[in-house]
Protein backbone atom coordinates (compact mmCIF):
# COMPACT_ATOMS: atom_id res chain seq x y z
CA UNK A 1 0.00 0.00 0.00
CA UNK A 2 2.72 2.87 0.63
CA UNK A 3 4.57 3.66 -2.36
CA UNK A 4 8.26 1.73 -3.12
CA UNK A 5 11.15 3.12 -1.04
CA UNK A 6 9.62 3.44 1.86
CA UNK A 7 11.91 1.78 4.55
CA UNK A 8 11.72 1.14 8.37
CA UNK A 9 14.62 0.14 10.18
CA UNK A 10 13.42 -0.95 13.74
CA UNK A 11 16.24 -0.23 16.37
CA UNK A 12 19.30 1.22 14.28
CA UNK A 13 19.91 2.92 17.48
CA UNK A 14 20.47 0.59 19.98
CA UNK A 15 20.37 1.89 23.76
CA UNK A 16 23.75 2.92 24.19
CA UNK A 17 23.41 4.91 20.65
CA UNK A 18 20.01 6.72 21.52
CA UNK A 19 21.19 7.89 24.83
CA UNK A 20 24.51 9.06 23.44
CA UNK A 21 22.25 11.11 20.93
CA UNK A 22 20.22 12.49 23.26
CA UNK A 23 23.27 13.97 25.16
CA UNK A 24 24.55 15.01 21.59
CA UNK A 25 21.01 16.67 21.36
CA UNK A 26 21.22 18.60 24.75
CA UNK A 27 24.40 20.36 23.72
CA UNK A 28 22.05 21.20 20.30
CA UNK A 29 19.51 22.36 22.92
CA UNK A 30 21.88 24.69 24.79
CA UNK A 31 22.95 27.01 21.42
CA UNK A 32 19.80 26.42 19.23
CA UNK A 33 16.82 25.92 21.91
CA UNK A 34 13.51 24.69 20.69
CA UNK A 35 11.14 26.90 20.07
CA UNK A 36 7.12 26.92 19.05
CA UNK A 37 7.22 27.46 15.03
CA UNK A 38 4.13 28.87 13.31
CA UNK A 39 2.14 28.22 10.20
CA UNK A 40 2.57 29.88 7.03
CA UNK A 41 -0.53 32.92 6.58
CA UNK A 42 -2.50 32.22 9.64
CA UNK A 43 0.24 32.26 11.74
CA UNK A 44 -1.41 29.64 14.40
CA UNK A 45 1.40 27.67 16.33
CA UNK A 46 2.37 24.25 15.86
CA UNK A 47 1.74 21.54 18.10
CA UNK A 48 5.66 20.12 18.03
CA UNK A 49 8.60 22.39 19.08
CA UNK A 50 11.42 22.73 17.03
CA UNK A 51 14.79 23.30 16.23
CA UNK A 52 17.89 22.55 13.65
CA UNK A 53 21.29 21.61 13.64
CA UNK A 54 23.47 21.83 10.54
CA UNK A 55 24.09 24.56 8.11
CA UNK A 56 21.04 24.42 7.27
CA UNK A 57 17.39 24.33 9.04
CA UNK A 58 13.69 24.34 8.05
CA UNK A 59 11.46 27.15 9.64
CA UNK A 60 8.20 28.32 8.91
CA UNK A 61 6.12 30.92 9.94
CA UNK A 62 3.66 33.89 8.65
CA UNK A 63 6.04 34.25 5.85
CA UNK A 64 6.32 30.77 4.74
CA UNK A 65 8.19 27.42 5.15
CA UNK A 66 11.72 27.64 4.49
CA UNK A 67 15.33 27.00 4.68
CA UNK A 68 17.81 29.43 6.46
CA UNK A 69 21.07 29.53 7.96
CA UNK A 70 20.22 31.22 11.44
CA UNK A 71 18.09 30.43 14.04
CA UNK A 72 14.75 32.54 13.89
CA UNK A 73 14.57 33.93 17.34
CA UNK A 74 18.13 33.64 18.44
CA UNK A 75 19.48 34.20 15.05
CA UNK A 76 22.87 32.65 15.46
CA UNK A 77 23.92 29.98 12.86
CA UNK A 78 22.69 26.33 13.72
CA UNK A 79 25.00 24.24 15.53
CA UNK A 80 27.03 21.56 13.79
CA UNK A 81 24.94 17.89 12.64
CA UNK A 82 26.64 15.46 15.53
CA UNK A 83 28.69 12.78 14.27
CA UNK A 84 26.32 10.15 14.77
CA UNK A 85 23.75 11.98 12.31
CA UNK A 86 26.19 11.85 9.58
CA UNK A 87 27.07 8.33 10.18
CA UNK A 88 23.49 7.77 10.08
CA UNK A 89 23.28 9.52 6.76
CA UNK A 90 25.79 7.39 5.16
CA UNK A 91 24.40 4.02 6.47
CA UNK A 92 20.74 4.68 5.13
CA UNK A 93 20.71 7.64 2.77
CA UNK A 94 22.28 5.58 -0.46
CA UNK A 95 23.57 9.08 -1.45
CA UNK A 96 26.80 10.69 -2.01
CA UNK A 97 25.99 14.02 -1.16
CA UNK A 98 26.79 15.11 2.28
CA UNK A 99 23.48 16.38 4.68
CA UNK A 100 22.83 19.64 5.06
CA UNK A 101 19.79 19.91 7.54
CA UNK A 102 18.50 17.91 10.22
CA UNK A 103 15.31 19.05 11.52
CA UNK A 104 14.22 18.54 15.58
CA UNK A 105 10.99 17.97 16.25
CA UNK A 106 9.46 17.87 19.56
CA UNK A 107 6.27 16.19 20.52
CA UNK A 108 4.76 16.56 24.19
CA UNK A 109 2.34 14.05 25.06
CA UNK A 110 -0.34 16.16 23.05
CA UNK A 111 1.31 16.68 20.25
CA UNK A 112 1.26 15.85 16.43
CA UNK A 113 1.80 16.64 12.69
CA UNK A 114 -0.45 16.92 10.02
CA UNK A 115 -0.30 14.90 6.65
CA UNK A 116 2.28 16.47 4.39
CA UNK A 117 5.27 15.87 2.12
CA UNK A 118 8.09 17.44 2.55
CA UNK A 119 8.78 19.21 -0.39
CA UNK A 120 11.22 22.71 0.17
CA UNK A 121 14.41 21.08 -0.61
CA UNK A 122 15.76 21.54 -4.43
CA UNK A 123 16.94 17.39 -4.69
CA UNK A 124 14.65 15.03 -4.58
CA UNK A 125 17.03 12.40 -5.60
CA UNK A 126 18.33 12.27 -1.58
CA UNK A 127 16.04 10.39 0.51
CA UNK A 128 14.93 11.71 3.95
CA UNK A 129 16.14 9.67 6.93
CA UNK A 130 14.39 10.06 10.28
CA UNK A 131 15.75 8.86 13.23
CA UNK A 132 13.26 8.25 16.73
CA UNK A 133 14.01 9.04 20.13
CA UNK A 134 11.64 8.88 23.16
CA UNK A 135 8.35 7.59 23.29
CA UNK A 136 6.76 5.49 20.39
CA UNK A 137 4.23 7.17 17.93
CA UNK A 138 1.56 6.54 15.44
CA UNK A 139 3.12 7.45 12.21
CA UNK A 140 0.96 8.00 9.09
CA UNK A 141 2.19 6.99 5.76
CA UNK A 142 0.35 7.19 2.43
CA UNK A 143 1.38 7.68 -1.40
CA UNK A 144 2.26 10.56 -3.78
CA UNK A 145 -1.27 12.19 -3.71
CA UNK A 146 -2.74 12.84 -0.81
CA UNK A 147 -6.00 11.13 -1.43
CA UNK A 148 -4.05 8.34 -1.64
CA UNK A 149 -5.06 5.45 1.28
CA UNK A 150 -2.51 5.66 3.99
CA UNK A 151 -1.37 3.23 6.83
CA UNK A 152 -0.37 3.71 10.28
CA UNK A 153 3.15 2.33 11.47
CA UNK A 154 4.68 2.26 15.26
CA UNK A 155 7.98 4.47 15.55
CA UNK A 156 9.88 3.65 18.69
CA UNK A 157 13.25 4.85 20.05
CA UNK A 158 16.13 3.93 17.88
CA UNK A 159 14.16 3.25 14.64
CA UNK A 160 14.57 4.70 11.98
CA UNK A 161 13.04 5.33 8.65
CA UNK A 162 13.84 6.41 5.42
CA UNK A 163 11.49 8.29 2.20
CA UNK A 164 13.60 7.64 -0.93
CA UNK A 165 12.80 6.78 -4.62
CA UNK A 166 8.46 6.96 -4.95
CA UNK A 167 8.49 7.56 -1.66
CA UNK A 168 10.45 10.75 -0.99
CA UNK A 169 7.61 12.51 -2.29
CA UNK A 170 5.12 10.60 0.04
CA UNK A 171 2.71 12.34 2.01
CA UNK A 172 2.99 11.65 6.22
CA UNK A 173 2.24 12.61 9.33
CA UNK A 174 2.57 11.72 12.96
CA UNK A 175 -1.38 10.93 14.38
CA UNK A 176 -0.16 10.67 18.27
CA UNK A 177 2.68 9.83 20.31
CA UNK A 178 1.92 7.29 23.22
CA UNK A 179 3.12 8.69 26.25
CA UNK A 180 5.07 6.58 28.75
CA UNK A 181 6.28 3.94 26.24
CA UNK A 182 9.96 5.03 26.32
CA UNK A 183 12.41 5.97 29.39
CA UNK A 184 14.74 7.31 27.12
CA UNK A 185 14.11 10.60 27.68
CA UNK A 186 13.62 11.87 31.37
CA UNK A 187 10.85 14.62 30.92
CA UNK A 188 8.74 12.36 28.63
CA UNK A 189 8.18 12.56 25.01
CA UNK A 190 9.51 12.16 21.32
CA UNK A 191 12.38 13.53 19.79
CA UNK A 192 12.08 12.99 15.51
CA UNK A 193 15.27 13.75 14.15
CA UNK A 194 15.15 14.57 10.10
CA UNK A 195 17.91 14.52 8.27
CA UNK A 196 17.91 15.60 4.52
CA UNK A 197 19.98 17.12 1.63
CA UNK A 198 18.98 20.46 0.42
CA UNK A 199 20.58 21.85 -2.71
CA UNK A 200 21.93 19.96 -5.43
CA UNK A 201 25.67 19.28 -4.87
C1 LIG B 1 8.28 15.27 9.92
O1 LIG B 1 7.69 14.83 8.95
O2 LIG B 1 8.85 16.39 9.92
C2 LIG B 1 8.35 14.51 11.21
C3 LIG B 1 8.02 13.06 11.08
C4 LIG B 1 8.12 12.37 12.41
O3 LIG B 1 8.00 13.02 13.45
O4 LIG B 1 8.33 11.14 12.44
MN1 LIG C 1 7.96 15.56 6.96
Known amino acids: MAVDGFRIVPGYLDRAAQSAMREALQDVFARAPLYTPRMPNTG ?12 LGWVTD ?4 RYQATHPETGEPWPAMPQALLDAW ?7 GAPESCLINFYGPDA ?10 QDFDAPVVSLSLGDTCLFRIGGTKRSDPT ?5 ASGDAVVLGGAARLAFH ?18 INLTVRRVTRP
Open 90 to 96: RALAGYD
Open 112 to 121: KMGLHQDRDE
Open 173 to 190: GVDRIMPGTSTLLPEGGR
Open 151 to 155: RSVRL
Open 44 to 55: RPMSVRMSNCGP
Open 62 to 65: ERGY
